[in-house]
């Protein structure tokens, strides 16, 4: 009887450390959709500081035409003669690995880049690690899927 007792116990006590876990999944979730909205936003709004907050020092990103971008790079990109008018995701789906979540979107941007028009339609890979308490963005990949 005892046996079974402590039996009881053991499972009840995992089933709350389970459900622990899942809340603070949860709450990690929750925070990278946060921080993606405010890394779009502040794209789209050409806050170079916030983009910069939001980007790790060794940040990369791929672009639709394969070009490649670090940090700096990226900054003086957007920082450039782009002004973005629609900058959208949909079909978002969030993935967590311990300190690492990989954000997979659908994303719509239309706007203009010296002084030419465009409107893409993509899907991407954003990659945010948890370092020192803070996440930031450590990798982003952006391509046009083949069907358009």
Known sequence: MRTWIFSILGLALLGCLA???LAQEKAEVDAIRILESKWV??????????VAALLAEDYVITLEDGSTYGKVGFISYNAGPLRVDIADLTDVKIRMHENIAVLTAAYHERGEFSGKSYDYHDRLTDVWMKSGGKWQLIASHYSVPANL
């Open 19 to 21: 459900v622990s876990d």
């Open 41 to 50: 936003d502040a794209y789209k709004q050409r806050r170079i500081a916030a």
